[in-house]
């Protein structure tokens, strides 16, 4: 069983800066052999992808957050990570992590694996 844990969330002004964490773990898991993406959900919207990041480390990233987010991944230390600049507050959601074998499965939200969320909160 595969465990994911998200940290690095909190409240933030407009303009500022938070860097995700989603720490992996479970028998046999290995970072490396995942396709990975953190998701995001507002109160009273669907959940979205925000970026994806391949095993050979392509990145993609939803238009919204093009040129302010970056999403990376330490394999060494099972972590997936997301760095969010010039927040705005229309970034205030719930993030999760995700993992999956599939990157189609990973691109459709239907990921195997999920954190439980962390929340971040941006102030105009």
């Known amino acids: 069983q595969v465990q994911l844990v998200e940290s690095g969330g909190g409240s933030v002004q407009a303009g500022g800066s938070l860097r995700l964490s989603c720490a992996g773990s479970?028998?046999?898991?290995?970072?490396?052999?995942?396709?990975m993406g953190w998701f995001r959900q507002a109160p009273g919207k669907e959940r979205e992808g925000v970026a994806t990041?391949?095993?050979?480390?392509?990145?993609s990233y939803a238009d919204s957050v093009k040129g302010r987010f970056t999403i990376s991944r330490d394999n060494a230390k099972n972590t997936l990570y997301l760095q969010m600049n010039s927040l705005k507050p229309e970034d205030t959601a719930m993030y999760y992590c995700?993992?999956?074998?599939?990157?189609?499965?990973?691109?459709?939200?239907?990921?195997?694996?999920w954190g439980q969320g962390t929340q971040v909160t941006v102030s105009s």
């Open positions: 479970g028998y046999l898991y290995r970072a490396s052999n995942y396709y």
């Open positions: 990041i391949y095993i050979s480390g392509v990145t």
């Open positions: 995700a993992a999956d074998s599939s990157p189609a499965r990973l691109r459709a939200g239907g990921a195997k694996y």
